[in-house]
């Protein structure tokens, strides 16, 4: 009791040929803000505030599907969507459907803190950010030009592009790939849409327990590219995407309707009160048994300070640390 | 085993004093969509057809916060939301901040079966319904006068109020009670213990425009597996906190409770006066707690049981109709 945990990610289902210099470009930016984290936890904030300032931070760099680099919809917009749960009293705060917001997260925590709902979306969403003073910038900051490609590619292959890559079975080497790729047979290595190199950047999140054994999580994403306007997925979703209470706090990432349909985050926190099953035993239960063909990660903490995380897709962008010194970034 | 039917009108600060004439189309209400429900069900339709049409119903119906008779947002307008979910396949669909399709839990199930969504909001799902060419209207076919009296009463009380209060006459009252009624929902499940779900509301009162409660969150206000499926209904945020439909069936799966065990756990572990929940079980059992004042409610089982009422069983006014 009484010792801090944090735990960050920037989404599940990575490229297994992502090139070297994308996965360094993660990784600093994992660190970083893992850093940030840490700091902020051993000067002695809140879980809550905590998982606010990390989150921010990864919204604002572009490098990962939040913020600025969101996917994009299919009318080339963004709408970008968060949730935040604080564990003690297990408040929380959602927005979706947002386009001129700078930073999703902070406007989930106002409607947590500063309204009398849970959950605000749309052009109600947009009204309060600005009764409150938000930063909010035109729609176009969030848009970069790696997503308005992604984006033409999916529509030319006519499907949406989920935030991971499942590997096609069989193929395990990047040249094996890359000669299947110029193959116009139905079957070439076509994953969700998209030529398996091509980058794709991930929804975000971050879990903390903090000295006093309080837990947070915090989830911030663009979506799915070429979402239809109007989609929520998972991160908005107190119980799917996000979740806090007593004994832990849990973030998810990958296929937001998968997630959606098993309560990921919840279930995590179920199997831990109910089923008495320990924190990495309940993240394993909840990826293997309860995700049936859907493929997703998440990341964890328990109030005894222990962290966890798990992935059935290929790679998770994530990182973990831990009061004894403990400091680990990792993508595979 | 067996079928099993349940559905709710709004659980809430509903009080022992409401008038007949508020009392007698609501009961008839009840009765009529139970009717159907369990016609439906002796006709072998699935569960999840079933739990749509009894919710069309009470969309339809002007006595319930959904659909006609929805409550108003603080501008005045109509906000839908609903959600459906099958036991048997988890696919769910859920919409939010409608404003002229007239059976949201219909365009919640084509988006379950037609996109490769589970939730659409807003202007996207008003989008997709004239895509997909359901019936909409103007918004005054959702706007009813009660619901205009009890915006402006709740402007006046200066608070969200979730439906039901007793119109404040001059004077603020220094304690209304929460109302907590709002929402309608079924659940059903057949002879197979196949499960289906569904919830569908306009919200609070006088809430803030793109307010979204628990009736479209998976797991806070609608949830199915193979062992339940659960509808709730009472104040969203405690719902959404609670994630109180998944838990009941997370207790029965995890924790070995049965359906009256689990439900009733969830009722007790949320603040008194916000909730209260229709359930089935795959072997037909049924159970309806609430720990409000009352909840609009009804069911029937197999065996021949039946139950329509408002207040706790026992409580004057109610009325049981056992082995109808």
């Avoid at chain 1, 971050?206 to 309080?214: A, K, Q, R, T, Y």
């Avoid at chain 1, 239960?285 to 309860?290: G, L, N, S, T, V």
């Avoid at chain 2, 559905?7 to 189309?25: N, T, Y």
């Avoid at chain 2, 659960?230 to 070995?256: F, P």
Wanted: hydrophobic share 40%; proline share 4%.
């Amino acid at each position: 009791m009484g010792s801090w945990a944090i735990a960050v990610h920037g989404g599940a289902g990575v490229d297994p040929c992502l090139p070297a210099v994308r996965q360094e470009e993660a990784r600093r930016v994992l660190s970083r803000c893992l850093k940030l984290g840490a700091g902020a936890l051993q000067a002695g904030l809140t879980a809550v505030d905590v998982v606010e300032m990390v989150v921010r931070e990864l919204e604002t760099d572009p490098v990962f599907n939040s913020g600025r680099g969101s996917a994009l919809t299919r009318r080339g917009t963004v709408e970008m969507e968060a949730s935040i749960m604080d564990g003690r009293g297990r408040r929380c705060g959602a927005v979706s459907g947002l386009s001129t917001v700078k930073n999703p997260v902070s406007l989930a925590r106002l409607v947590m803190d500063r309204s009398p709902h849970s959950y605000l979306a749309f052009d109600g969403a947009e009204d309060f950010a600005r009764e409150q003073g938000v930063e909010m910038v035109d729609n176009s900051y969030f848009i970069t030009e790696e997503n308005v490609s992604m984006l033409k590619l999916a529509k030319e292959a006519n499907s949406i592009v989920f935030d991971y890559r499942v590997p096609i079975p069989g193929v395990d080497s990047c040249s094996a790939i890359a000669g299947l790729m110029g193959a116009k047979a139905e079957g070439g290595l076509q994953m969700n849409g998209l030529p398996i190199n091509m980058y794709a950047p991930e929804t975000v999140g971050c879990v903390v327990v903090d000295n006093n054994g309080w837990c947070a999580a915090a989830t911030s994403t663009g979506g799915l590219m070429n979402k239809m306007n109007g989609r929520i997925g998972d991160s908005p979703l107190i119980g799917s995407g996000t979740y806090a209470c007593d004994v832990c706090a849990v973030s998810c990432t990958g296929e937001g309707e998968a997630i959606i349909r098993s309560t990921l985050a919840r279930d995590v926190a179920a199997l831990m009160e109910y089923k008495g099953l320990s924190l990495q035993e309940a993240v394993d239960y909840a990826i293997k048994e309860r995700l049936d063909e859907g493929k997703a990660g998440l990341i964890a903490v328990s109030r005894n300070g222990e962290v966890a995380y798990g992935f059935n897709t290929v790679g998770m962008f994530r990182g973990s640390a831990t009061q004894d010194g403990f400091m680990e970034v990792g993508i595979w | 085993m067996g079928w099993a039917i349940a559905l709710h009108g709004g659980a809430g600060d509903i009080p022992l004093s409401f008038p007949v004439e508020g009392r007698a189309p609501r009961e008839a209400a009840l009765r009529h969509c139970l009717e159907l429900g369990v016609a439906a069900l002796k006709a072998n339709r699935p569960p999840l057809d079933v739990v749509e049409l009894v919710v069309r119903e009470l969309e339809n119906s002007p006595c319930f916060n959904a659909g006609k008779g929805s409550v108003l947002t603080t501008n005045g307008t109509v906000e839908m939301e609903a959600c459906i979910m099958d036991g048997n396949t988890k696919k769910c669909g859920a919409v939010s901040g409608l404003s002229t399709v007239v059976n949201a839990i219909s365009l919640a199930r084509l988006v379950m079966e037609r996109t490769p969504h589970i939730y659409l909001a807003f202007d996207g799902a008003e989008a997709f319904a004239r895509e997909q060419g359901v019936e909409t209207a103007h918004s005054s076919h959702f706007i009813t006068p009660e619901n205009v009296e009890r915006l402006k009463n709740a402007k006046e009380a200066k608070r969200v109020q979730i439906d039901f209060t007793e119109p404040i006459k001059g004077t603020i009252p220094s304690s209304i009670g929460d109302s907590q009624i709002g929402t309608v929902g079924c659940v059903a499940v057949d002879g197979h213990g196949i499960l289906a779900s569904a919830t569908s509301t306009g919200g609070l009162v006088n809430k803030m425009a793109g307010r979204i409660g628990d009736t479209p969150i998976i797991g806070a206000g609608t949830y199915a597996n193979s062992y339940c499926a659960v509808s709730a209904t009472g104040k969203g945020e405690s719902i959404i906190q609670a994630t109180v439909a998944r838990d009941v069936a997370a207790l029965m799966e995890y924790k070995g409770l049965s359906l009256k065990e689990a439900a009733a756990y969830v009722i007790e572990r949320t603040p008194k006066g916000n909730v209260g929940l229709v359930a089935v079980s795959a072997n037909g059992e049924v159970t309806m707690p609430f720990n409000t004042t009352g909840m609009f409610r009804a069911c029937a089982t197999e065996d021949g049981y039946s139950e329509i009422g408002i207040w706790p069983s026992g409580i004057n006014g109610d009325l049981e109709y056992p082995n109808k």
